[in-house]
């Protein structure tokens, strides 16, 4: 059973930055393309990153894209996610996911193509 778990969250004033962290165990960590969501409140959980089994390649949302970027260290089976210019939207719940691989290298943003979850790590950002 593969087991994630969020880390590096907290309270921060708009403009600054954090750095999220998501230790993974008990599966084949550097097979998985693994992502980051977020879920603010009242509202769907949306796609914010993902990153290939390998690294050297990720894809990212719209709303964070040239401020956020992920990124992994399969030596220590943890993926990243650092996030600059923080803006009171970006205020959520994120969550760490990943993804069994079934060939291809697609990047996938649905919630439901993702197999493992952690539990969250809450942001909040003030203005």
């Known amino acids: 059973q593969v087991q994630l778990v969020e880390s590096g969250g907290g309270l921060v004033q708009a403009g600054g930055s954090l750095r999220l962290s998501c230790a993974a165990s008990?599966?084949?960590?550097?097979?998985?393309?693994m992502a980051w969501f977020r879920q603010a409140p009242g509202k769907e959980r949306e796609f914010v990153a993902a990153i290939s089994w390998t690294g050297d390649s990720a894809y990212y949302a719209d709303s964070v894209k040239g401020r956020f970027t992920i990124s992994r260290d399969n030596a220590k089976d943890t993926v990243y996610l650092q996030t600059n210019s923080l803006k009171p939207e970006d205020t959520a719940v994120y969550y760490c996911a990943a993804r069994i691989p079934t060939g291809g290298s697609a990047f996938y943003i649905e919630t439901r193509r993702y197999d493992y979850w952690g539990q969250g790590t809450q942001v909040t950002v003030s203005s």
């Open positions: 008990g599966g084949r960590f550097n097979t998985y393309q």
